[in-house]
Every structure is written in structure tokens, then in C-alpha cells.
């Protein structure tokens, strides 16, 4: 089965830059969708398409995906950012894949 | 704006049925651009995608559950449900359902039920 890898976690300081990328085989090749899952609530995608915001995504977070991996990036990060992100591949043999999630805290 | 809400027993005995049913409200299940999919989390764990239903009854399972999994879709109640058979501890969890975009992923979710499976 495809197998999608992420960091546990990513710390990042207040105002600064996060990164979080989701690993794979050729995931490039595939769309990466990216949820935010706050403690306690149900997840709410931020990212489709590896880099379209849907209405409501602040223009801090973008995507991009090439080759093994893809990127989840937000910019001046805010308190309310820190939650779990999971990012999510459409593979032909499992249907939808999640990876691990990673754990974003805002320092 | 879509809505889902998820019902269904909250505690299922091991060896037993486990069934939920998600209510859709502000559009039809039916739409040709969705499919309708459930998720799990166990506490602390990462998304599980279950599987996925179209409004006509097209499925899709996760095949490390397909042989236990089954969906419906019952569009006059504007509805879809999950069945998972012959449960065990590992399966208790917080089950989602979600719309499935094919363009966007899943757009738009329920709030979750838990379900536990304890004797």
C-alpha cells in the first residue's frame, strides 16, 4: 500500500514561518489535500489541489507538491494556527490515504 | 451551506454491528459532483479513511476493511450509513463523515460520534 509520511511535530515561533511536508513515492504525480484539526474538533481542509485555498483559508497557508514530497507552508503564524495538519493522497489501491499528522506548536 | 450530522449508537458490544447514520441538510446526497465517505480517529491516532458512497450508490472501501464494511445511501431521507461487522476494541473511535469532493477532498464535515466498543 502507498505509504504517506509526516513529521511528528514542527515547533515554529510567533510571526514566523512553518513548514510541514508530507512524504511519498512520486506524490508529486498525485493531488495533496491538507487538513487542520484543531484539539478536540473535527478536521477542516485548509489546502486542495496541493495549493488551492478554499474561501476562508487565510492567504498565510500555501502548498505546493513535487517529486517525493509536498509542502505545507504558513506564514506569520498566530496562536490559532496550532493543531494537527494531515495531508491526504488519493492512491489506486487504497483510495484515500492520510498521512500521520503532524503536531504544529506555536511558540 | 452543506451540513452533516452524525447518529447512531455510542457504545456496540464486541463481536457485534456497529451502525451510524449521517443526516445531510442544505443539499441533496444525490448530486452527481460528491461521493459521501466516512473516517475514524482513534484517541490520539491519525485519520483512517473508511470508505466512500455516491448519491447512486457507488461504493469504495478501504480494503484493510472492505470484507467488514458496508454503505448505503438512502437519498428520499437525504441520508447515508455505515455498517461495520464484527467489531472488536480496535475499532472504537470517533467516527466522521464527509463530503467528498473529487476536485476539493472533503470539504465539508460532520462533528463526529464516538463509538466505543467495550462488553
Known amino acids: 500500500s502507498y505509504e504517506v509520511t509526516q513529521p511528528l511535530s514542527v515547533s515554529v515561533a510567533l510571526g514566523q514561518t512553518a513548514t510541514i511536508t508530507c512524504g511519498g513515492n512520486?506524490?508529486?504525480?498525485?493531488?495533496v489535500h491538507w487538513y487542520q484539526q484543531k484539539s478536540g474538533q473535527a478536521p477542516v481542509l485548509v489546502i486542495y489541489r496541493d495549493n488551492t485555498r478554499p474561501s476562508g483559508t487565510p492567504e498565510r497557508f500555501s502548498g505546493s507538491n513535487s517529486g517525493n514530497t509536498a509542502t505545507l507552508t504558513i506564514s506569520r503564524v498566530q496562536v490559532e494556527d496550532e493543531a494537527a495538519y494531515y495531508c491526504q493522497v488519493w492512491d489506486a489501491g487504497t483510495g484515500r490515504r492520510f498521512g500521520g499528522g503532524t503536531k504544529l506548536t506555536v511558540l | 451551506q452543506v451540513q452533516l450530522q452524525e447518529s447512531g449508537p455510542g457504545l456496540v458490544k464486541p463481536s457485534q454491528t456497529l451502525s451510524l447514520t449521517c443526516t445531510v441538510s442544505g443539499g441533496a446526497i444525490s448530486s452527481g459532483d460528491y461521493y459521501w465517505s466516512w473516517i475514524r480517529q482513534p484517541a490520539g491516532k491519525t485519520l483512517e479513511w473508511i470508505g466512500r458512497?455516491?448519491?447512486?450508490?457507488?461504493?469504495n472501501y478501504n480494503p484493510s476493511l472492505k470484507s467488514r464494511v458496508t454503505m448505503s445511501v438512502d437519498t428520499s431521507k437525504n441520508q447515508f450509513s455505515l455498517k461495520v461487522i464484527s467489531v472488536t476494541a480496535a475499532d472504537t473511535a470517533v467516527y466522521y463523515c464527509?463530503?467528498?469532493?473529487?476536485?476539493?477532498?472533503?470539504?465539508?464535515w460532520g462533528q463526529g460520534s464516538l463509538v466505543s466498543v467495550s462488553s
Open positions: 464527509a463530503r467528498d469532493s473529487v476536485v476539493a477532498g472533503h470539504d465539508t
Open positions: 458512497i455516491s448519491g447512486s450508490g457507488s461504493t
Open positions: 512520486n506524490i508529486g504525480s498525485n493531488f
